[in-house]
């Protein structure tokens, strides 16, 4: 393959003047090099002319997120880390610059263009054998839970490690779809590796749910210190907490799980405002206000409140008990009205959008994106399991959420722009996994080298034509990634270069 080649650097000022293609040579350059073992990040940040090997992913267009894209642009990678982002030219002259003369860079070259992972923020990979499920049609919501539940029944008493294998599976499929990183809700204690056995970066949600009050304390809380403690044993790298859902779980443990998580230090992810029933009234009074007639007595579960007629939505009901917060993101969103919609901006609360998900689970609306993006909310896309959605390719979602914002009257120019940040930067965000030092969602120098590759038409000639160029990716990207890099790895390569797949390292 023509895509991948070995760079010689050359440090004079001459032949930094000789153009590019003189700079590209078909042999290693190799020459003294004084340079020994791993440098530290200070070490890094300050000392590249001791790194003594660069890749350098190199493509018509780059789509950073975190700055301008970047036209014939190109990625540094040193190790697991970003070392430089810019125009292929710039970044060259930097490597040439900064680098000992004896330091290798290869470059792999690719054709589409290049975005940062993607990152699925709303999925349970454990499901992934399930697909019968979401290929089925259901009259509503519930009989599509009846219809998930017989099925879950039977796989639960099939020999082997069905939940592993399943998860397993699935994690493959993220990382063939470019994802590097996901919210991963786990219910089966077995599927618990699923990201960890492919190097993915992410959080894997222990999901709780079916508890009233009175065994919760008896019986939820102990059995939630003993899962959490074998999963800690097991050293699996980013755990979370998925108090399921309102309609699911009692007051006390939304009470309890956020609390308990806090100390712990893990992040919450909660199915919210999915389903009909959790709907509350017109939405245009604050809660303070409205909330009066209902928060001084203690309410045995969501479900109690709305029989005894309060129109208070889930979202007001969970926010009232102090369930919300930064550390928290919710799945779907759907019946959120415009006071709902402030309280989650108001406690700093994201949402995973499912489109398609919530049409095959008969939710009977889909969420309103064009408020959601003209009001500023938190915004990411999940593809949630299989059960529900006929892929666990971000991108389906993403193209669907194009055509939802459009007919639901979202006119913008900036419409791609946004969806980009939303498969990326924003499941970072809603995560809280966009800042230090292991920032996901973006491309830029010191950041983990995670990268995806996207095998679409590339014109860059005027702005209009990199405007479609964008609009294709999100409209019509799925199924075309080619290459996915984790950590500086190349995690997938169907045929994008002339390089060997490396393996995940070994979960601990
Ligand atoms: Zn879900």
């Not at 894209?69 to 990625?75: E, Q, R, T």
């Not at 290929?135 to 796989?155: I, K, P, S, T």
């Not at 001084?296 to 369930?323: C, H, P, T, V």
Request: with cysteine; proline share 5%; charged share 20%.
């Amino acid at each position: 393959m023509e895509n991948t080649r070995n760079i010689a650097l050359n440090s004079s000022s001459s032949a930094t003047q000789s153009g590019l293609d003189d700079d590209l040579d078909s042999s290693t350059n190799a020459l003294n090099h004084d340079s020994s073992g791993a440098l530290n990040p200070l070490e890094q940040a300050t000392n590249a002319e001791k790194l003594t090997h660069v890749t350098l992913y190199s493509a018509p267009l780059v789509i950073p997120v975190t700055g301008p894209l970047l036209i014939d642009g190109a990625i540094a990678v040193s190790g697991s880390r970003v070392i430089h982002v810019g125009t292929r030219e710039w970044v060259l002259k930097v490597l040439r610059e900064q680098l000992s003369s004896s330091a290798q860079v290869e470059e792999r070259r690719w054709k589409g263009v290049i975005t940062p992972g993607l990152v699925n923020a709303h999925t349970h990979l454990q499901y992934t054998n399930m697909r019968e499920v979401g290929e089925g049609h259901y009259a509503n919501f519930r009989g599509w839970a009846d219809g998930f539940n017989v099925v879950y029944e039977q796989l639960q008493h099939q020999p082997g490690s069905i939940w592993r294998d399943s998860a397993f599976d699935g994690a493959r499929q993220l990382v063939e779809n470019g994802v590097t990183a996901a919210a991963d809700i786990v219910t089966d204690p077995e599927a618990v590796g699923a990201l960890a056995s492919q190097g993915l970066h992410g959080i894997a949600y222990w999901e709780v749910m079916n508890w009233d009050n009175q065994d919760w304390q008896t019986a939820g809380v102990p059995a939630l210190m003993e899962q959490i403690g074998a999963m800690r044993q097991q050293r699996i790298p980013s755990i979370g907490i998925s108090p399921h859902a309102p309609y699911t779980l009692a007051s006390e443990p939304f009470v309890e799980l956020p609390d308990i998580a806090r100390q712990l230090n893990m992040r919450l992810h909660i199915h919210l405002a999915e389903t009909p029933l959790e709907a509350g009234g017109d939405g245009t009074t604050l809660t303070t206000y409205s909330a009066a007639t209902w928060n001084n007595r203690d309410w045995e579960s969501y479900k109690a409140l709305k029989n005894a007629g309060m129109d208070a939505s889930a979202i007001q009901f969970l926010d009232q008990l102090g369930s919300l917060g930064p550390d928290v993101h919710i799945a779907h969103g759907v019946w959120a009205n415009a006071e709902d919609r402030r309280i989650l901006r108001q406690r700093g609360v994201g949402v995973a959008l499912c489109p398609r998900s919530n049409r095959i689970t008969v939710t009977q609306k889909d969420a309103p994106l064009r408020e959601y993006l003209e009001e500023g909310n938190l915004l990411s896309v999940g593809t949630d399991s299989l059960s529900s959605s006929p892929s666990l390719d971000v991108l389906d979602d993403v193209s669907m959420l194009w055509d939802l914002a459009r007919e639901q009257g979202y006119d913008r120019p900036d419409l791609a722009h946004r969806l980009i940040r939303m498969m990326t930067l924003g499941g970072a965000a809603v995560m809280g996994l966009h800042v230090g030092p292991g920032r996901l969602g973006q491309i830029n120098a010191g950041a983990p080298a995670d990268l995806a590759f996207f095998d679409i038409p590339v014109e860059t000639h005027s702005p209009a034509d990199v405007e479609h160029t964008l609009e294709v990716l999100v409209r019509q990207g799925a199924g075309t990634n080619r290459a996915t890099v984790i950590n500086g790895r190349l995690a997938y390569n169907r045929n994008a270069f002339d390089a060997a797949e490396e393996p995940a390292p070994a979960a601990h």
